[in-house]
């Protein structure tokens, strides 16, 4: 691991560790939880999207959708997501029953951005774009 890397990522644990015990979840705007990938396909909001897409499922509570989850406001809305090894820009299109509050589900592409594939699951922390 280069100098940088390691630097980026103290610097991002110490990030989240800040936030972690600084504030509730979302007080200041960003929220910490869990980060996973899925295969894509037609999401909740009734958009087909394929797994090269930057896209992301949010967890149920946070998605909040109304009877026909088609007309959320949130699809097509974008959040940026850092993990341990960068940064992802991401369209909401689908939501994840299984997440907890703060978690998401990314696209493998997006999930590659933030973290090592074979992570499977990493610690990230998101804010809505």
Known sequence: MSAI???ASIFFL???AQLAVAAPVEERGNIYGDATYYDTGLG???WWSKNTDYIVA???QQMANPA???KNSKCGKWINVWGPKGYVRAIIVDTCP???YGAIDL???AFD???DHSKGRVKVWWNWA
């Open 5 to 7: 890397a390691r630097i």
């Open 113 to 115: 951005k933030v973290a």
């Open 44 to 46: 909740s909001c009734g």
């Open 14 to 16: 110490a990030s989240v």
């Open 58 to 60: 949010i967890n149920h």
């Open 107 to 109: 696209s493998p592409a």
């Open 98 to 100: 299984g997440c907890a």
């Open 68 to 70: 026909n989850p088609n």
